[in-house]
């Protein structure tokens, strides 16, 4: 799958009738998941009838496209399903239990309640009212059939509403080898260092628009609850939030683009966030530097470019000597590796180097095996000069 995006154009009562059909299929989720945790053991196709029901008693969501809210359903089954898995798998801590939706800022269509017009306009044929949209954006619909469209998604945002669509297509990019590896050692001082000593600049994003951002967080607490002025004053607000996490998201699909086209292997660490940023001193740096977003893009440009990309255990890789193997005890302030072998390297250098040895010690042996791995070796009697020989004759 890939997703297009485009900002759409309507008039004042579109956007609103876009609001509505939101709010419906917040309100197909919330039903069907109050109806699952009133039951016992309810499964998915019962959350389905379920919806024909609703469709049945209320007529603002009858207006909705049956698509849309079966889709509705499968958004309130995943999370279901997520919560089950977890607490199946005995994942210590919290296992994720369903809540209910407050706040939607999408609905999702399949392939049924809209029709694309041309590559420029869609109109959407349900009873909600939308209509034709006008697409504002750079993409050629043209060049996909109409049937690889499998989704679209009316979104709402700080700055507007979009349209995306999810096309059903596998997109691979051919590129020569370029016969090089590389670890990459992510951190907070640099983003990050790679294996050769490289590094790149840490870019802080909400560092530097914080103080904007603390300006309209006092504005909005200025203004009157419910007011037209406040929901102004929060709009603001929020473009400027949306404003900062598309920087971030840019800066780690540039840099993992490059880092992909350059090398034939890249290896990283296998972070949990969620579990770093417990540490309240840490928390805003790590949340701002935005590693989850640049491994995401990694592995995606790495299936797309066909590259091998190789998330590796983070443990002790910053304390074992890449040289000898040691282990060298160093606090988070010392930032050179010091080795009793002579090896002086820059600490995150070193961990880099550390990460592509783990990382190309586990890809060997990717493929299947020809023999049976645990009964294969030499055999004592196809050694030459053993004292075997003379007991077989040779």
Partial sequence: M???????KGKKHQYQAIDEAIKTGQF??????????DGQKVSRAELYRYNTKLRSEYPFVKDLNSHACQASVERCWSSIARFLDNCKKQI?????YPRFKKNARSVEYKTSGWKLLDPKHIEFTDKKGIGKLKLIG???????????IKRVRLIRKADGYYCQFCISVDVKDELPPTHQTIGLDVGLKEFYTDS???TEPNPRFYRQGEERLKFYQRRVSRKKKGSINRKKAINKLGRKHLKISRQREEHA???ARCVIQSNDLVAYEDLRIKHL???HCLAKSINDAGWYQFRKWLEYFGVKMNRVTVAVNPAYTSQNCSNCGAVVKKSLSTRTHICACGCQLDRDKNAAINILNRALGTTGHVGTWILDPNASGDLSSTIAGSPCDSKIGL
Avoid: H, Q
């Avoid at 750079?138 to 690889?148: I, M, R």
């Fill in 277 to 279: 940023v417990k540490n």
């Fill in 92 to 96: 210590p801590g919290k296992k994720g």
């Fill in 138 to 148: 750079t993409w050629d619909l043209a060049f996909y059939s109409e049937d690889k």
């Fill in 196 to 198: 050769m000593g490289r």
């Fill in 2 to 8: 890939i997703v297009y995006e485009f900002k759409i």
């Fill in 28 to 37: 197909v989720r919330n039903k069907c998941l109050r109806y699952w945790i």
């Fill in 253 to 255: 699909k540039r840099l």
